[in-house]
């Protein structure tokens, strides 16, 4: 498992509703919810922002396609919208794009490009098999806990937090390898590397300690 970024997206709420900073690897933005929703639409909602990802993919990779081809189409539009209906019980979100191009286009480009704007990677996804899962983090102070340690770091784990996400493993496969005895091996990498990918845990199953010199396990 790797992710598509090396650092998440996040996200954060405060008291004012429902005005959220999103922060990303370049800046920030802030989203909002519609004044008929309680908020001031000071940015994007969630349903905008999902349909603004499948806009830029969809535009994105038209560009990249139309470049490669070095076809003169100096502009595309996009509109992106979406509904939603119950079909026997379950809902059902239908999302419609509907792509303008210039009158110079022939059909024979039109065909294709609507062939490659249907393949993006934000279509892909929508229509794929998607799981979400959720974490959250805890402080808990456990009654289990172990300790795995060397003269430099030490690494707590509590079992009775673990959801085995799998970030640890897949994140730093010489440390931590659910196959091994013990699984975790604080030797297999520097005790930053090993700092930076604790702190990536979601549920507070994992903690460390970095020791000072002389300090003993």
Not at 88 to 100: F, H, Y
Not at 137 to 161: G, Q
Not at 171 to 179: A, E, R, T, Y
Not at 190 to 205: D, H, R, Y
């Amino acid at each position: 498992m790797e992710y598509l970024f090396d650092q998440p997206v996040h996200g954060a709420i405060g008291t004012e509703k429902y005005k959220i900073t999103i922060a990303w690897r370049n800046g920030s933005f802030i989203c909002d919810e519609p004044e008929k929703s309680g908020g001031k639409d000071l940015g994007p909602d969630p349903y905008t922002l999902l349909l603004s990802s499948l806009a830029a993919c969809t535009l994105a990779t038209l560009r990249m396609y139309i470049d490669r081809k070095h076809w003169d189409i100096p502009d595309v539009a996009v509109n992106v919208n979406m509904y939603q209906t119950i079909v026997n019980g379950d809902l059902e979100t239908t999302i419609d794009r509907d792509i303008k191009f210039p009158d110079t286009v022939s059909e024979e480009q039109r065909t294709r490009l609507t062939e490659i704007a249907s393949n993006c990677p934000v279509s892909k996804i929508l229509q794929g098999d998607i799981k979400v899962r959720t974490f959250s983090h805890s402080n808990a102070d456990m009654e289990k806990k172990v300790k795995y340690a060397n003269d430099e770091v030490a690494v707590i784990w509590k079992p009775e937090l673990c959801k085995h996400s799998g970030r640890c493993v897949s994140g730093l496969p010489k440390v931590f390898d659910v196959n091994a005895k013990p699984w975790i091996n604080v030797d297999g990498a520097t005790s930053q590397k090993i700092a930076e990918q604790v702190n990536k845990c979601p549920t507070g199953a994992l903690s460390y300690e970095l020791k000072k010199p002389g300090e003993q396990a």
